[in-house]
């Protein structure tokens, strides 16, 4: 009963017109063959192969799992550069004193922050470039040439910047996070950990950052109320004295030249020894 159940619907499927009926079975047919032959044609030995990831040559377990986690530790560092950046050098210092300036003027969007981030980043590198051709002399070249390993590289590259950041931490803020971290007593400057270092070194930065911006801020104030007083005097106290005043400091400030005294203290407040040639 099953069976001629399946078979009038199977025949209720079919098209009644044999011509029709004998054009379905060949397309079919010819489908079938087709993708029989495209197996065959594409199963090549080489494409049975498995998919490996080559990390160099290994001798057992051990060192490809210290390949592996090499490789995670180089791209960690380098998803934290931008940050290192920030910490390490002096683009903290700079960035700050150029965010000031730009509010003390009183232009929001002007100029843009790409270009202040621009001109941050390449002031860093020239105030900073002793210290990166130091860092690449004594620890990058020797680990390409295999002449030491990856912690002694390490250890090499960080000298530099733990120079430079010594050099211009403050002492107070050194001693204060060094009590936090136990309050050990340090006979070599260089010895001071990283974790102290840093943290001192980047309110230092800011403090003097900050120390910057105030005397930005005092012709700039001034000229603001120079003009609120004239503008009250003469009865137009609904009138902004800052959109007023605005034209006057950007002419004050293209007349000291003020791009060049800003861009000149800030290296300068870094020591003469900095730059290309220091």
Known sequence: MTKQ???????????????????????????ALCGLALVVLT?????????????????????????????????????????ILIMMTSFTRIIVVLSFLRTAIGIQQTPPNTVMISLALFLTFFIMAPTFQNAYENALVPLINEEIDEITAFERGVEPFKDFMLTHVREQDLELFNNMNGGANYKDPMDVPLQVLI????????RRAFEIGFMLFLPF??????????????????????????PFKIVFFVLVDGWYLISGSLIQSFGPAVGVGG
């Open 43 to 83: 199963s090549h030995p080489a494409l049975a192969q498995a998919i490996t990831i080559d990390l160099g040559e290994t001798e057992s377990n051990a060192t490809v799992t210290g390949r592996i986690i090499q490789l995670v530790a180089l791209l960690t560092i380098l998803s934290l550069a931008p940050s």
């Open 5 to 31: 159940i399946f078979k009038d619907v199977v025949r209720s499927a079919l098209p009644k017109n044999k011509t029709l009926n004998r054009f379905t079975l060949l397309s079919l047919a010819f489908s």
């Open 221 to 246: 104030l001034i000229i603001d109320m120079v003009t609120a007083s004239i503008l009250m005097s003469m009865g137009m106290m609904m009138l902004p004295p800052v959109m007023i005043s605005l």
């Open 199 to 206: 943290p001192s070194f980047m309110i230092s930065e800011l």
